[in-house]
C-alpha cells in the first residue's frame, strides 16, 4: 500500500506544479478584484435583483463561487509570499488549488467505487487507477477535470466534488440497502451544503435536477406493493427527501434567476439550433481524440468480461446497476444541455467542462469495475488482464506530458517587465495574452490586470500596457 500512496501523492504534486506553470486569465481579474460587471453578485448573494426586478448581472445564481475565488485569491498568495516572491505565489496558489481539489476529488470517486470513506487497500488502489484519468495537459480539452484556466475549476470541478459529498450519505446507504441515518449535526451540514451548491456554478442546478428525479423514481419503483397497500406514506424517508426537495428547490430558483446572465447568448442561437449543433459536439468531444473512447471502451469490456463471470456476486449486480443508471443520467443530462443556453467559447455545446460530471461517473465506474474484475479472473487470464489494466495506466501517465504544452514563461516575462516599468504605460514586446485570453493592443482594455497585479504587490505601482506586436 505504500507504494500506491505514494504514487498517488506523487501524481498530485506532478498536477500541482502543471498548473503553477499554467497562465493566468481573464476571468481571474474580473472576478477577484472584482471589476463592476461582477460586484452585484457579492451583494445579492441570492439574486434577488433577478428574481424581482429581472436586472441582467454576472453569474446571478454563482454567488458562492465568486466569493470562493476572491477569498482564496485575496488571502492565500499573500500567506505564499512569506516564502515566495509575489509573482510566484500568485502561480503556487493555481497549483495548490489544483492538486487539493484534485485530491478532494480522488478521495470522493474512490469512496463511491468503493462504497466505503475509509482509506484502506481498496480504496488506495482505486485511487491509483483514477489518479490516470486526471488530465491536466494530454488530453485536457476532451477529458479534463482540472481545468487549465483556474477560473473553470472553481467553477465546475470544485462544486461537483462538493457535490458529490453531499450525495455520498444517500448513495451509502442506497448501496447497503440502508435506511438514511443523520445525526442533526449531518444534517446541519447537508442543509447548508445544499444552499452552497445551488448557488455556486452553472452546473450544478441540472446535475441535481437530474440526480433528484433519477432518486424519487428509483424509490417509487421500490413502494409498489406499498403503494397497492396504501402504505407508502408512512414508509417515506422524511429526511431524505427533506434535504433532496430543498436543494431541487433552490436549483430551480437557480436555474430561473441563471436566465439573467449578462454574458448568455441564448436570444442569439434558437433552442432548435442548439440540439442542431449537439451531435456535432458528442463527436467533437468523445472521438475527435483517442482517450475518451478508450476509457469507454474500457468501461465496457469490463461490463462485458463480468457479465460472463458465474456467479454473479451482489458487486458484480450492483455495478450493472450503476452502469445502467449512469447511462440513463448521461443521456438525460446530455438531452438537457441545449436548455442551458449557449456560449460563444462553447459552440457546440458539449465540451470537456459541460459534460464533467458524465466524465466523473465514467471514471468512478472504470475504477469499480476494474477492481472488482481484477479479483474474479483466474490466474493467466487475471495477468493478462492486469497487464492491459497497467498498459491503459501507462498511457494516461505518459501522455499527461507537459513538457510538450505551452506554460507560462512568457507571460511571467511580460509581467517582470511591467514590475519593473515606472512609466504609467507600458510597452510589451511579448504577444502571449497577460491576465487575458488574448493578448491586448489597447491598454484602455488592462483596467483590471493592472489593479490585480499591483494588489498582490507584483508591480509597486498601477500600470497599464499595450502588445502592439499582437495584432502584427
Given amino acids: 500500500m505504500p507504494l500506491l500512496v505514494l504514487f498517488v501523492v506523487l501524481d498530485l504534486g506532478y498536477t500541482g506544479w502543471q498548473n503553477y506553470r499554467m497562465p493566468l486569465e481573464w476571468d481571474m481579474p474580473t472576478i477577484v478584484l472584482p471589476i463592476a460587471a461582477c460586484r452585484p453578485v457579492l451583494s445579492d448573494p441570492f439574486g434577488w435583483a433577478a428574481l424581482t426586478r429581472h436586472e441582467v448581472s454576472m453569474g446571478p445564481n454563482r454567488f458562492f463561487a465568486h466569493i470562493s475565488m476572491v477569498g482564496y485569491f485575496k488571502s492565500v498568495p499573500f500567506w505564499l509570499q512569506t516564502f515566495l516572491s509575489p509573482l510566484d505565489s500568485v502561480y503556487a496558489a493555481c497549483g495548490l488549488f489544483s492538486a487539493l481539489v484534485q485530491a478532494l476529488l480522488l478521495y470522493v470517486l474512490a469512496m463511491y467505487a468503493s462504497g466505503s470513506g475509509r482509506p484502506g487497500w481498496r480504496f488506495w488502489v482505486l485511487a491509483a487507477l483514477l489518479t490516470p484519468l486526471f488530465q491536466s495537459a494530454g488530453y485536457n480539452g476532451q477529458m479534463g477535470i482540472i481545468d487549465n484556466s483556474i477560473t473553470y475549476t472553481f467553477f465546475y470541478a470544485y462544486p461537483l466534488a462538493l457535490l458529490g459529498l453531499f450525495y455520498w450519505p444517500f448513495y451509502r446507504a442506497a448501496r447497503h440497502g440502508e435506511p438514511l441515518r443523520l445525526r442533526w449535526w449531518q444534517y446541519a451540514l447537508l442543509l447548508g451544503l445544499a444552499v452552497v451548491l445551488s ?17 424519487c423514481l428509483w424509490w417509487l419503483g421500490r413502494q409498489a406493493g406499498a403503494w397497492r397497500r396504501g402504505a407508502a406514506m408512512a ?113 457546440l455545446i458539449v465540451r470537456h467542462d459541460s459534460i464533467m460530471p458524465v466524465l466523473l461517473g465514467l471514471m468512478t465506474l472504470y ?103 499582437a495584432a502584427q
Fill in 235 to 347: 414508509r417515506v424517508p422524511w429526511p431524505a427527501f427533506s434535504l433532496l426537495g430543498l436543494i431541487g428547490l433552490l436549483c430551480l430558483y437557480s436555474l430561473y434567476i441563471g436566465r439573467f446572465e449578462l454574458e448568455s447568448e441564448a436570444a442569439l442561437v434558437s433552442v432548435a439550433e442548439r440540439y442542431r449543433l449537439l451531435p456535432a459536439g458528442l463527436n467533437e468531444t468523445l472521438f475527435r481524440r483517442p482517450a475518451l473512447p478508450m476509457l469507454l471502451g474500457a468501461t465496457l469490456l469490463n461490463l462485458l468480461l463480468a457479465g460472463r463471470s458465474r456467479p454473479a456476486t451482489a458487486q458484480d449486480r450492483w455495478l450493472r446497476k450503476a452502469a445502467l443508471g449512469l447511462g440513463i443520467f448521461a443521456l438525460a443530462y446530455v438531452l438537457l444541455l441545449p436548455l442551458g443556453g449557449y456560449r460563444h467559447y462553447r459552440p
Fill in 367 to 469: 475504477a469499480a469495475t476494474t477492481y472488482q474484475l481484477a479479483g474474479r479472473l483466474p490466474g493467466r487470464s487475471r495477468r493478462w488482464y492486469l497487464g492491459w489494466t497497467g498498459a491503459l495506466a501507462l498511457f494516461y501517465t505518459l501522455s499527461d506530458n507537459a513538457w510538450t504544452y505551452a506554460d507560462n514563461s512568457c507571460q511571467r516575462q511580460a509581467i517582470e517587465t511591467l514590475a519593473r516599468a515606472t512609466a504609467p504605460i507600458v510597452r510589451l514586446e511579448e504577444t502571449c495574452p497577460v491576465l487575458a485570453w488574448n493578448a491586448l493592443t489597447d491598454y484602455h482594455e488592462t483596467y483590471a490586470q493592472a489593479a490585480m497585479l499591483q494588489y498582490w504587490g507584483i508591480t509597486k505601482g498601477f500600470h497599464l500596457y499595450y502588445q502592439p506586436n
Fill in 199 to 215: 448557488f455556486n456554478g452553472a452546473i450544478i442546478p441540472g446535475v441535481v435536477a437530474v440526480l433528484n428525479a433519477g432518486i
